[in-house]
């Protein structure tokens, strides 16, 4: 290419281009390349797609980041627009001809000056070397990186096998730099590459979201981002302070103090006027919304957003937080700014709120939130649902619409919650609601005999989160007297009884802490699952096609009606939390830490309310209802969404009751659960035993005859559920021996209570009576064994 000829092509890119007397081989180089200069100085010599780094940062440490702009689209899959990868603290080296980019190992340090103690760490354990490059002779130093971009660096790989996508390899011959996404900013500089990845076999989630789903292409980011400067105090980590956390082992430590040190995750915020006293700030924290937001979403997540600066002016700062549109001369790849994006995927999904932070102290360099566009319509769906009874339907959809932007709301809050450092709070629920950071069922009432959803969430944050801004970010301008402060926040929480429960002890469905559930809603779980049943009842008794979208054929109403059936599934995994459940905090010995099994009146009262649910006769769907639940007309198919049936395209109202009941059922056998009230009724016999759960779980399905009709073959196929859940639980090899004794003795009684029982029946009912003991007597002895060898798929519910 001749040379007037580059020098077109450059300009009309829109780079910069640099004119360097042609003397030496970097110098050539850049005279033919466009520039992006700033944090790193970037070349990109475009007749030829070769990159080339200054090498002017040797032995500074700084954060390399991988980012996707652009996702694949796919909840299952995980990789999102906006998509924040590993953090690493990297830098450049060089050793003779080459330049190495080297990841430092900062979890393991000695805060010391003596040298030689930094030594013996550092020499006690591996760095990791990312890549290697040949100099280029000359000034300035450069050194070709298309090896080190055109990489897999952020594991789209590895997520495709670990999401059963098949084994995808990157496709060099496809994977190619983008000039346009080539920058370079005062504290960071980008690459844009487009990578493509080969696999020989399309996987069922990429070929949803992909023109050809043997090949997927996707952007991906090389952020060089330059660390923060030592101007930033590190703040210590308690589990009571609702702080996400980082760590690392202090080898320099005395032997008589811990060795892993922890500090909370948050944003750098200063006071002009240091102390108590409130103050302006030195520099705001600023969130920037994504524009590419629709109203009324879009205000309604500024709204949210903005629900965060009422905490911080209580914590003593004065217009420290702000949330505004991002501007369209800003970047959004600048690292100074705080994004909340709107993602689009095929299928609804979760909103996550990430944080690019500082390894060393754990100071948030940039937050990013990802909020899921097809949620909202979830929120919708179910509004609908509950009011298609309503009379007035212009009132039914501007209750809908209320709920689903509230609930927009809240979710703009929750996650920008997240990178401001804060973790999950699962408890709250339990102290009305007192902080975003748990997951919010909407609030349903029956308001005389109809169903209200006037308010469906709370507005602004709770107290809990007033503490914990005050807790990590509060600044009275002393360091001892900062620790008195938290100290005392501590102190004031444990006296006010807020409950802070994190994720570790709550997502798990058989976590034993009785008060973190996910979804649940009400001080009292037990007394709102009672309420919410009501609840369900009436709305199922109101359903109609009122329920469905405009222009939707009324084959799609049975999508519409399983969330409604589905509705109390939530708030029955945290009652059944209370079974075997335990009840404890975070606080430090001395400060109140304690833990105790959850008293036996709330336990029975829990299993009875659970057991309540499994009622045939609220587990049929009405015959009138039914008939509406058409099969999907033309080109419309079944989804994930859908129920699942055993008869086809057919509606299933027997598939119906299996899938709800198993996911009942199997709450209450699960092993651990189990397990806790075996060992409660060893210790203390007034507790709940597993023979009272497992007789009174027999007495509330195998031995409630005298149904009739469709709601017979409901309880029949119930009781199906419970044999195969309790052979289950006998053969799992986490139940416990003294379990195991139980559940076998049990069956064996059961399996004389139904041969006695198939003896007096009439011949459906005996027949009925016999599959379940001989069923029984086989599963004793065979753990493959199952009355329904295929079950059949619950709809997904989170999130919602």
């Known amino acids: 290419m001749k040379p007037q000829s580059v020098a077109l092509v450059i300009a009309l890119l829109g780079f910069p281009t640099v004119t360097v007397a042609a003397t030496a081989p970097s110098a050539k180089i850049i005279q033919q390349s466009q520039a992006a200069k700033g944090f790193v100085n970037l070349y990109y010599e475009p007749s030829q797609g070769e990159l080339y780094l200054e090498v002017n940062r040797l032995n500074q440490p700084f954060l390399l980041v991988t980012s996707l702009p652009q996702g694949v689209g796919s909840n299952d899959i995980g990789l999102d627009r906006g998509q924040l990868g590993q953090t690493r603290m990297v830098q450049f080296e060089r050793q003779g001809p080459y330049v190495v980019l080297k990841q430092l190992n900062s979890q393991y340090r000695a805060n010391t000056p003596d040298a030689a103690e930094q030594s013996a760490v550092a020499e006690a354990f591996a760095d990791s070397v990312l890549w290697q490059g040949k100099v280029i002779e000359g000034k300035p130093v450069l050194v070709a990186i298309n090896d080190l971009v055109l990489n897999d660096l952020h594991g789209v790989?590895?997520?495709?096998?670990?999401?059963?996508?098949?084994?995808?390899?990157?496709?060099?011959?496809?994977?190619?730099?983008?000039?346009?996404?080539?920058?370079?900013?005062?504290?960071?500089?980008?690459?844009?590459?487009q990578l493509t990845f080969k696999g020989d076999v399309a996987g069922e989630q990429v070929a949803q979201v992909t023109p050809d789903g043997t090949l997927m292409s996707v952007r991906m980011r090389y952020s060089f981002v330059e660390l923060p400067d030592t101007g930033y105090q590190a703040r210590a980590y308690h589990p009571m302070s609702g702080y996400l956390s980082d760590e690392y082992r202090d080898y320099a430590t005395s032997f008589d103090r811990p060795l892993v040190q922890r500090f909370i995750l948050r944003h750098r915020l200063q006071k002009v006027h240091l102390g108590p006293a409130p103050s302006e700030v030195v520099k705001p924290i600023i969130y920037y919304l994504d524009p590419g937001v629709p109203e009324p979403i879009r205000s309604a997540l500024l709204d949210g957003a903005r629900w965060w600066e009422s905490a911080f002016t209580r914590a003593g700062f004065i217009d420290g937080f702000k949330v505004e549109l991002l501007p369209k001369d800003a970047?959004?790849?600048?690292?100074?700014?705080?994004?909340?994006?709107?993602?689009?995927?095929?299928?609804?999904?979760?909103?996550?709120?990430?944080?690019?932070?500082?390894?060393?102290?754990?100071?948030?360099?940039?937050?990013?939130?990802?909020?899921?566009?097809?949620?909202?319509?979830?929120?919708?769906?179910?509004?609908?649902?509950?009011?298609?009874?309503?009379?007035?339907?212009?009132?039914?959809?501007?209750?809908?619409?209320?709920?689903?932007?509230?609930?927009?709301?809240?979710?703009?809050?929750?996650?920008?919650?997240?990178?401001?450092?804060?973790?999950?709070?699962?408890?709250?629920?339990?102290?009305?609601?007192?902080?975003?950071?748990?997951?919010?069922?909407?609030?349903?009432?029956?308001?005389?005999?109809?169903?209200?959803?006037?308010?469906?969430?709370?507005?602004?944050?709770?107290?809990?989160d007033d503490f914990a801004i005050a807790y990590g970010y509060s600044d009275v301008g002393d360091v001892h007297a900062q620790q008195m402060q938290q100290a005392d926040l501590l102190a004031d929480v444990a006296k006010r009884g807020l409950r802070y429960i994190s994720e570790a002890d709550s997502r798990q469905k058989d976590a034993s802490q009785a008060y973190a559930s996910l979804w649940d809603?009400?001080?009292?779980?037990?007394?709102?699952?009672?309420?919410?049943?009501?609840?369900?009842?009436?709305?199922?008794?109101?359903?109609?096609?009122?329920?469905?979208?405009?222009?939707?054929?009324?084959?799609?109403?049975?999508?519409?009606?399983?969330?409604?059936?589905?509705?109390?599934r939530y708030q029955i995994d945290a009652v059944a939390k209370f079974i075997g459940g335990t009840d404890y905090n975070?606080?430090?010995?001395?400060?109140?830490?304690?833990?105790?099994?959850?008293?036996?009146?709330?336990?029975?009262?829990?299993?009875?309310?659970?057991?309540?649910?499994?009622?045939?006769?609220?587990?049929?769907?009405?015959?009138?209802?039914?008939?509406?639940?058409?099969?999907?007309?033309?080109?419309?198919?079944?989804?994930?969404?859908?129920?699942?049936?055993?008869?086809?395209?057919?509606?299933?109202?027997?598939?119906?009751?299996?899938?709800?009941?198993?996911?009942?059922?199997?709450?209450?056998?699960?092993?651990?659960?189990?397990?806790?009230?075996?060992?409660?009724?060893?210790?203390?016999?007034?507790?709940?035993?597993?023979?009272?759960?497992?007789?009174?779980?027999?007495?509330?399905?195998?031995?409630?005859?005298?149904?009739?009709?469709?709601?017979?073959?409901?309880?029949?196929?119930?009781?199906?559920?419970?044999?195969?859940?309790?052979?289950?639980?006998?053969?799992?090899?986490?139940?416990?021996?003294?379990?195991?004794?139980?559940?076998?003795?049990?069956?064996?009684?059961?399996?004389?209570?139904?041969?006695?029982?198939?003896?007096?029946?009439?011949?459906?009912?005996?027949?009925?009576?016999?599959?379940?003991?001989?069923?029984?007597?086989?599963?004793?002895?065979?753990?493959?064994?199952?009355?329904?060898?295929?079950?059949?798929?619950?709809?997904?519910?989170?999130?919602?």
């Open 157 to 193: 790989s590895s997520v495709l096998q670990q999401t059963a996508q098949g084994d995808y390899q990157l496709d060099l011959s496809r994977s190619v730099i983008l000039p346009a996404g080539i920058k370079s900013f005062a504290k960071n500089a980008d690459v844009d590459v």
């Open 331 to 464: 970047d959004p790849q600048d690292i100074r700014y705080n994004m909340i994006q709107w993602v689009h995927r095929a299928t609804r999904g979760w909103s996550y709120g990430a944080a690019l932070t500082d390894p060393r102290s754990g100071e948030i360099i940039k937050g990013q939130v990802t909020l899921g566009s097809l949620r909202v319509r979830q929120d919708y769906l179910i509004a609908k649902g509950l009011t298609a009874g309503w009379q007035d339907r212009i009132a039914a959809d501007k209750a809908a619409t209320a709920l689903s932007l509230a609930r927009i709301r809240q979710l703009a809050a929750h996650e920008v919650g997240h990178t401001l450092g804060l973790d999950h709070n699962f408890a709250a629920s339990s102290n009305q609601d007192a902080s975003v950071m748990d997951y919010p069922h909407p609030k349903i009432q029956l308001t005389g005999n109809d169903i209200d959803i006037s308010a469906p969430y709370a507005t602004g944050v709770g107290p809990w």
């Open 521 to 568: 809603s009400g001080d009292d779980p037990i007394d709102q699952l009672v309420k919410l049943d009501n609840i369900r009842t009436k709305a199922i008794a109101g359903f109609s096609s009122a329920a469905l979208l405009p222009n939707e054929p009324l084959g799609e109403l049975a999508d519409t009606f399983a969330p409604i059936y589905l509705l109390t």
């Open 586 to 800: 975070y606080l430090s010995v001395g400060e109140g830490s304690r833990w105790s099994y959850i008293a036996p009146p709330l336990q029975l009262a829990g299993l009875e309310a659970v057991l309540k649910t499994l009622d045939a006769t609220s587990l049929t769907v009405p015959q009138t209802l039914l008939d509406s639940l058409v099969p999907k007309a033309g080109n419309y198919h079944a989804t994930r969404e859908s129920f699942d049936s055993g008869l086809g395209a057919i509606t299933d109202p027997l598939g119906m009751a299996e899938v709800f009941s198993r996911h009942t059922i199997s709450l209450l056998l699960m092993p651990k659960r189990l397990n806790r009230v075996a060992q409660a009724a060893i210790a203390d016999n007034e507790q709940l035993s597993v023979t009272t759960l497992l007789d009174n779980l027999f007495a509330a399905t195998l031995y409630q005859e005298g149904k009739l009709g469709l709601v017979e073959g409901v309880w029949m196929r119930v009781n199906a559920v419970v044999v195969d859940e309790v052979l289950a639980a006998l053969h799992n090899p986490d139940t416990s021996p003294e379990v195991r004794a139980v559940i076998y003795d049990r069956i064996q009684f059961v399996i004389k209570q139904l041969k006695a029982r198939a003896n007096r029946a009439n011949v459906s009912l005996a027949a009925h009576y016999n599959g379940l003991q001989q069923g029984l007597s086989t599963g004793l002895t065979d753990a493959q064994f199952k009355l329904i060898p295929k079950p059949l798929v619950l709809p997904p519910g989170s999130p919602i």
